[in-house]
């Protein structure tokens, strides 16, 4: 049964309705996602759904794309769990790939951020993380005159940066896609009350010199795009300043159409931030199924993760 709370929400209600009315699956997962969310939940549900309704009209692009990209995001999840449970390892194992693949495919990348941008709201997992977000940056937010963020994809989590810190604040907003910047900047284009200017570039953030610093950098599902995590770890300890702290998010047996390296367990991830000099201030373990951990573990099933982590006093 369908919360009364959710037909508060018309906005939110008509993309709901459009998925379960296409996908028995989705509709048994979302309805449980519903029963047990609070009003918190659904107001910023409605929020995002006014907006994404806004950006969808202004990019001419109808409502049945976007509801068909969300379930073709889910269905390539599927086959991607079925290869790696299958051959033991993810179907893509190589960036070049991925890149031309995903990233610099615009038809590819355009589907792939529209549905992600929805999934936000429709995966509980997804939504725990964007929470946790909001709840570092709100708590960071006196200590920000320098913000990047990399691979923003869908830009929801630089709209809560904006909302948060001050508009006097410096956002620097990188990714390799430039599918990806175009997408983002559309939607804070329309979101963006502050006018606060944002230096959007396509560009690898391995490319961005030393000398820079930020107080708050957030890379969310980005470190399993890489071949080289530790490596992009690292690199953003170069770029941090003394008394600053990142939000990096990441899964441990996910496969996906351009998830590149394989995390095994949540202690290999936090062994590579620990072994990057950084230590875990806070974080979030967020299996996808409801089941004993044991059983999570076992079964191979996909665990987000989250963290909010700072240099080790140790670290320069």
Known sequence: MITKELKKNPNFNLIVQEVIGKSSLQKKKIIKLLDSADKLYFQRAENFSFFFFKYLKKQKIKLNYA?????????????????FLKYKKYPVDDEKKAYENVYNNFHEMKSYMIGLAVSQFLWSTHYAMYSFFIKKITQESSKVNNYLEVGPGHGLFLAQALEKLDKKTNFEIIDISKTSIKITKSIINLINKKKININYKKKNVFNIKKSKKFDF?????VLEHVAEPKKLLIKLKSLITKN??????????CPSIDHIYHFKTVQEIEKMIKESGFVILDKKILPVEDKPMKEIIKNKITINYCAHIKKSNNEK
């Not at 600053?244 to 441990?252: A, L, M, W």
């Open 67 to 83: 509801i068909n990209a969300y379930l073709k995001l889910c269905a390539d999840m599927m086959i991607s769990q079925k290869y």
């Open 217 to 221: 950098i957030t890379m969310g599902e």
């Open 244 to 253: 600053g702290s990142i939000f990096v998010s990441t899964c441990v047996d």
